[in-house]
């Protein structure tokens, strides 16, 4: 019959194995170390040894302590019988020795991993190694070290950790060969952050809150990634942020910039993300995006400036936006393919189309800059300013409120105040409207309007071309329509809104086809 033993396993990074017929010792520790360059053993600069494995494993009362790592002796010499145990750094390059005595502990991990010694004893601690940085120095694992927790501890047992603490307040990544990545899990507070031109991967801001007080430019071309899905952590910079160069950018949590944000990649949103400035612009490039299916919400505020966007947003696979809410102007040059909704709170200029599924609402004046179509489904648009073509071209303007293709009762409401109106300093192109219309500023110059549901007619209407209103129309106040030689077409009923509110229409040669019966025509 064959008998399969079991294995006790060292600790991840050269802790040796416990193994040797059935009088099993114990695993060594695994090393910790960093290394600069490539991940070889020949590249490491710092490593903390693993302690060794204990002894006389079998025995509860007769047990033999196994060596602290980076020392020279055991961290207690109580041994079976006094035997020998295992040599700090008795082991090979970066391991420590498999047990080969009966009960006998392994060796650990370590820059020379530790040795074997007597049966039933301890092995041997991983030695220990600082080398390529200026003033360093190792502390035994028996000694008294810092605690991470704060205050300070004797030895260190379980997982092993490193940390990179700077004494100055700045950070550099210098030229040269740099590839693979730089996290920073923690909180980041420097003076400044400079990076090299080199294809490596920088992650900053997963926890806390992080500060840099300069201008600051990620000149490396792998990725950049601030914030995570954590809750409460954020990147403050005192001056700008430029990203030009980077080949992709990960965002969540909140980025603030007392000047101008840049940011020159495709960009995505991998939690709710918050982008602040002090009254200065906020230039995205490239496409903006949701992680996948989460429909992650994208808050603005740039005080008194604008947010240019110059990439697709929402455009990738399953990659749609939450809620985009600008405090601000918007300089739209790429469409917004899919959001949950969008606000503005000063000027729009739309150089591109905006598909929501919810509310669209532009609180100050929009200018057309291209030929524009905005959707939603079943839900309003809502222009709280003035609408003109950006010069002499005429932009059409396209609302689409029945993406869904079955019908809607969702509104586009032109104007909040006496002085909105439409085409007033630049005329509009043709104006169509799948959806129902609450006209409160005067259309002033456009070529046409056509509307597929009812309309409200609180202002007036100039236009070169036809006026179609498919559904019923209600007159509210006196009201007047003008083309130049063009039909007005009514499919539906005519009523005022109050008793005595009267329509003109002013056709030129034009037909007038109506149903209503109270209606003024010249």
Same mark, same amino acid.
């Given at each position: 019959q064959t008998c399969a033993l079991p294995i006790y396993s060292g600790g991840f990074n050269g802790g040796g194995n416990a193994t040797n017929n059935s009088y099993l010792g114990t695993? $060594?520790? $695994?090393? +910790? *170390?960093?290394?600069?360059?490539?991940?070889a053993l020949s590249d490491r600069v710092i490593v903390a040894g693993g302690g060794g494995g204990g002894g006389n494993a079998g025995s509860s009362t007769q047990l033999s302590n196994g060596g602290a790592g980076g020392g020279l002796t055991l961290s207690n010499l109580t041994?079976?019988?006094n035997r020998t145990p295992g040599s700090a750094g008795g082991g090979t390059l970066g391991v420590g020795n498999n047990q080969s005595q009966n009960l006998a502990g392994a060796g650990g991990g370590g820059y020379y991993g530790g040795g074997v010694g007597d049966n039933s004893t301890g092995g041997g601690g991983g030695?220990?190694?600082?080398? $390529?940085?200026?003033n360093g120095s190792t502390i035994a694992g028996s000694e008294s070290m810092p605690n991470p927790a704060g205050g300070t501890m004797t030895g260190n047992s379980g997982n092993g950790y490193a940390t990179i603490t700077s004494d100055s307040s700045s950070l550099a990544f210098v030229d040269g060969t740099q590839t693979g990545s730089f996290s920073f899990n923690g909180v980041l507070n420097v003076t400044t952050l400079n990076t090299a031109s080199e294809a490596f991967d920088i992650t900053l801001a997963q926890s806390g809150s992080s500060s840099i007080t300069s201008n600051t430019t990620f000149n490396n071309t792998g990725s950049l990634t601030i914030g995570s899905s954590s809750v409460g952590q954020s990147l403050s910079i005192t001056g700008s942020l430029t990203a030009s160069t980077v080949s992709a950018?990960?965002?969540?949590g909140a980025l603030t910039t007392t000047t101008t944000m840049t940011l020159g990649a495709n960009t995505e949103i991998t939690s709710a993300i918050n982008l602040t400035t002090t009254n200065s612009k906020i230039t995205i490039n490239g496409t903006v995006n949701s992680e996948a299916s989460e429909g992650n919400a994208l808050t603005i505020s740039v005080g008194n400036s604008e947010v240019e966007f110059n990439g697709i947003v929402g455009g990738a696979t399953n990659g749609g936006l939450g809620a985009i809410?600008?405090?601000g102007a918007l300089n739209l040059d790429a469409a917004i393919t899919s959001a949950t909704s969008l606000s503005v709170s000063t000027t729009s200029n739309l150089g591109a189309s905006v598909t929501t599924t919810g509310t669209q609402t532009y609180d100050g004046d929009?200018?057309?800059?291209?030929?524009?179509?905005l959707t939603t489904t079943d839900s309003n648009i809502t222009f709280n300013g003035k609408i003109n073509s950006d010069g002499g071209t005429a932009r059409a303007l396209t609302i689409d409120l029945d993406a869904n293709d079955n019908g809607t009762t969702a *509104?586009?409401?032109f104007g909040n105040a006496t002085t909105d109106t439409l085409g007033a300093t630049n005329a509009l192109g043709t104006i169509i409207i799948t959806g129902d219309m609450d006209l409160n500023a005067a259309i002033t110059s456009a070529?046409?309007?056509?509307?597929?549901? +009812?309309?409200?007619? $609180?202002?007036?209407?100039? +236009?070169?071309?036809?006026q179609t209103y498919t559904g019923n129309v209600t007159i509210t106040g006196d009201r007047t329509l003008t083309t130049t030689n063009s039909n007005v077409t009514f499919s539906g009923t005519t009523n005022a809104a109050s008793a005595g509110d009267t329509l003109t229409i002013a056709a030129g040669s034009g037909n007038v086809d109506r149903k209503s019966t109270r209606l003024n025509s010249s």
């Open positions: 695993g $060594g520790g $695994g090393a +910790t *170390d960093i290394r600069v360059g490539g991940t041994q079976y019988s030695s220990s190694y600082v080398g $390529g940085v200026s950018i990960n965002l969540a809410a600008i405090t929009v200018t057309l800059s291209a030929a524009t179509t *509104d586009v409401i070529t046409s309007i056509s509307v597929s549901g +009812t309309s409200n007619l $609180g202002a007036n209407v100039t +236009t070169s071309s036809t």
